[in-house]
């Protein structure tokens, strides 16, 4: 089985991601596998062709803070930069399906809906929390601005439009514990 894991920016689906993998899913963190596809010799000329030289600090650093300012001010240039990721994104993840039939495989994947990917998974869990906390996290994890932030967060997809499409809602505002979330949907994706 193929379970869907995302949720917005700062929502927290990377912890729910790990506990999972604590119970025995088997773990593709679709996020962590374009990051190492940047530095493919074949997918880098390609995105120095779309964003310039600047999308690199050095040969194994990429320019984040460029990149960001880059796509997410400007959505084709956002939907030409997935193009490139997210065919060779896919191209790795069917080599791990491959090597893991039969086990429960999460996919994690921060634009599991923008990118269309909620049609590659049998089930899709959504981490939810609520924008000022999503915000705070960012800032704290990313060292990057309030401004920064808001613009990740309206490149997504509405979390209520996500909750419309999602089987199972795991809620991460810091009132309700995560395990007891996490073990509930787990034991429903053994039935």
């Known amino acids: 089985m193929i379970v869907g894991l995302t949720g917005g920016i700062g929502s927290g689906k990377s912890i729910v991601a790990k506990l999972f993998e604590l119970l025995g ?7 962590d596998v374009a990051k190492q596809l940047y530095f493919e010799e074949e997918i880098k000329q390609k995105i120095i062709n779309l964003l310039g030289n600047e999308a690199y600090l050095t040969s194994c650093t990429l320019n984040k803070t460029f990149i960001s300012s880059k796509i997410f001010a400007d959505k084709i240039l956002l939907q030409k930069l997935n193009a490139v990721i997210h065919p060779a994104v896919l ?17 994690e994947s921060a634009l599991l809906f923008e990118a269309n990917l909620n049609n590659q998974v049998n089930k ?14 960012t800032i704290h994890r990313d060292g990057i601005t309030r ?17 419309i499409q999602s089987h199972f809602i795991i809620h991460n505002n810091e009132t ?5 979330q996490v073990l509930k949907v787990y034991g429903e994706l053994l039935l």
Do not use: G, T
Not at 128 to 135: F, T
């Open 91 to 107: 191209f790795k993840f069917n080599l791990f399906v491959n090597s893991h039939l039969n086990e429960i495989i999460i996919k």
């Open 25 to 31: 899913c088997r773990l593709f963190n679709s996020d």
């Open 176 to 180: 309700e514990l995560l395990i007891p």
């Open 147 to 163: 401004e920064q932030v808001l613009k990740k967060i309206n490149s997504q997809l509405n979390q209520s439009e996500k909750i």
């Open 124 to 137: 899709i869990i959504l981490v939810v929390a609520n924008d000022e906390i999503r915000i705070n996290r």
